[in-house]
């Protein structure tokens, strides 16, 4: 995991991807898998209040999307929802529930369309 950092005891770090792509994302805690998408006004600390919770009952993932936060904006086109289900299956989220708001909502609509 590259720029590795503690959140809530566990492990949170960057996915690199094969086109240069870095997403910043938390993946924490065991079970079910649980991932939310973060709104256009934040970047995934907006989740603060329940990512804890849900970590302590799930297995919870949560990522800046590009743009956002710590995961950088390209120069090219690219997708959002390209990006999550890259994460997921780097992190072996295959069939995870997903919490968005927002921007976060039409990447979930998206990845729901083109990866059901």
Avoid: K, N, Y
């Amino acid at each position: 995991m590259q720029g590795a950092v503690t959140i809530f005891g566990q492990r949170a770090g960057s996915l690199l991807g094969d086109d240069g792509r870095v997403l910043d994302h938390d993946l924490v805690g065991s079970g079910s898998d649980v991932v939310f998408l973060h709104a256009a006004i934040g970047d995934r600390r907006l989740w603060d209040p329940q990512f804890p919770w849900v970590a302590d009952r799930c297995r919870a993932l949560r990522c800046d999307l590009r743009g956002f936060g710590g995961s950088p904006l390209p120069a090219g086109s690219f997708s959002h929802a390209q990006d999550v289900a890259e994460l997921l299956q780097a992190r072996g989220a295959a069939w995870p529930l997903v919490v968005a708001g927002s921007l976060g909502g039409r990447v979930a609509l998206e990845l729901a369309v083109a990866w059901p």
